[in-house]
Every structure is written in structure tokens, then in C-alpha cells.
Antibody, heavy 119, light 107 residues
Framework: EVQLVQSGAEVKKPGESLKISCRGSGYRFNNYWIGWVRQMPGKGLEWMGIIYPDDSDTKYSPSFQGQVTISVDRSINTAYLQWSSLKASDTATYYC????????????WGQGTLVTVSS | DIQMTQSPSSLSASVGDRVTITCRASQGISSWLAWYQQKPGKAPKPLIYAASSLRSGVPSRFSGSGSGTDFTLTINSLQPEDFATYYCQQYDSYPRTFGGGTKVEIK
């Protein structure tokens, strides 16, 4: 069974750093793109970027380029999304999602990680 | 970036109604379009890929159509569990982009 399991909710202060994770299981992790999607409270879905675990090829949305870093640890089948200096506007739920090999839609999603940034 | 425009942003419907949601791409995306359903506090659930292919396990009352720039999601005979927000997404090119969402509410 394909699963993407994300790390738990976080409460941080502005200016702090953070790294959240997404562990894949039940499939060949290295051979599927894994993307990240932001959902701010009460708002829609925003595509942030994506990584190919096998070679760490990464693509970012211009809206998020330079604001976050996407990385991967192939040894533990885990993708990461990190911030070096959080802002209150980073408060959101973040989802990871696998892209299908055959069609490239996001066919499996993590359960989401709620990040709250507040002083 | 390819902009995805969904309409309407919300609608009210009754159980048994037929519902149609449209999604327009700012440039042609062939059939590289997916539809997702999201309920409050839950991750999006994939419904349709390649504009009209139903994912395994998704009820047949859901259907998708279109190609190029104009797409439609239709729900025939709306059921209580279908009240949710629906999003389209293009995956023709990077960055992937989503429509703004359509909230389907109970009339």
C-alpha cells in the first residue's frame, strides 16, 4: 500500500527555522517525483515545488523560489520542506504529494502538516 | 505560469442534482488536467486524471471532459458525501497550478 506520512504539527516563532518531512512507503521512492502544496487557512491549494529523489532534481514555483528549500534523504525514503526564517504568513497546512508515473497528476497525498508561526 | 480559472467559486445544490464545474487554462494544456475533492481538515483526494479518466474507486457519477483550455467536472445525482470543495490542476508544465476551487454546499 502506497503511503506518504508527514511529520506532526509545529508551532514556531517568527524568524525561527523549520524542516518538515514526508516519508514514502509501499513503492519505489526514488522513481517518483514528490511535490509540496501549501494551503493557507481557509484558502485554496498552491503548488510550491517538486523533487525527484533519484537525482534530487528540484523545481520551484516562482512564488516560492528562495523562500523554501526542498530536499530528500533517499536512505530513509523521506522528502523535506524547510524554512530558514519563518514569517507569520507561512502559517498554513503543507501537503506532500506523489506524482503518478503514467500521467503526472498527484495520485497519493500525505495527511498534511499544520505549521503555525506566531509570536 | 499557466493560470487556471475555476467557476463558479461556490454553488448550492440539493441531493440528486446534477452539478457542473468548469476550469479554464490560460493556454492549451492538451488533456493534462486533474480534479481533486477536498473535505474540511482532510488532504485532497484525486478524482480524475488526464481530463476524463476516473481514478479507481471513484464513483461513476463523477465525470470529466474537455481538452486544450476548457474543462468540465460533472457530478450526476449529487450525494451527501459529495459536499466538498473541488480543485482542478494542470500538469502540462511547471510550475503546476491549481484552480481557485469550487465549494459545493447543501441547498
Amino acid at each position: 500500500e502506497v503511503q506518504l506520512v508527514q511529520s506532526g504539527a509545529e508551532v514556531k516563532k517568527p524568524g525561527e527555522s523549520l524542516k518538515i518531512s514526508c516519508r514514502g512507503s509501499g513503492y519505489r521512492f526514488n522513481n517518483y517525483w514528490i511535490g509540496w502544496v501549501r494551503q493557507m487557512p481557509g484558502k485554496g491549494l498552491e503548488w510550491m515545488g517538486i523533487i525527484y529523489p533519484d537525482d534530487s532534481d528540484t523545481k520551484y514555483s516562482p512564488s516560492f523560489q528562495g523562500q523554501v528549500t526542498i530536499s530528500v534523504d533517499r536512505s530513509i525514503n523521506t522528502a523535506y520542506l524547510q524554512w530558514s526564517s519563518l514569517k507569520a504568513s507561512d502559517t498554513a497546512t503543507y501537503y506532500c504529494a506523489r506524482e503518478s508515473l503514467t500521467s503526472a497528476e498527484s495520485d497519493y497525498w500525505g495527511q498534511g502538516t499544520l505549521v503555525t508561526v506566531s509570536s | 505560469d499557466i493560470q487556471m480559472t475555476q467557476s463558479p467559486s461556490s454553488l448550492s445544490a440539493s441531493v440528486g442534482d446534477r452539478v457542473t464545474i468548469t476550469c479554464r487554462a490560460s493556454q492549451g494544456i492538451s488533456s493534462w488536467l486533474a480534479w481533486y475533492q477536498q473535505k474540511p481538515g482532510k488532504a485532497p483526494k484525486p478524482l480524475i486524471y488526464a481530463a476524463s479518466s476516473l481514478r479507481s474507486g471513484v464513483p461513476s457519477r463523477f465525470s470529466g471532459s474537455g481538452s486544450g483550455t476548457d474543462f468540465t467536472l460533472t457530478i450526476n445525482s449529487l450525494q451527501p458525501e459529495d459536499f466538498a470543495t473541488y480543485y482542478c490542476q494542470q500538469y502540462d508544465s511547471y510550475p503546476r497550478t491549481f484552480g481557485g476551487g469550487t465549494k459545493v454546499e447543501i441547498k
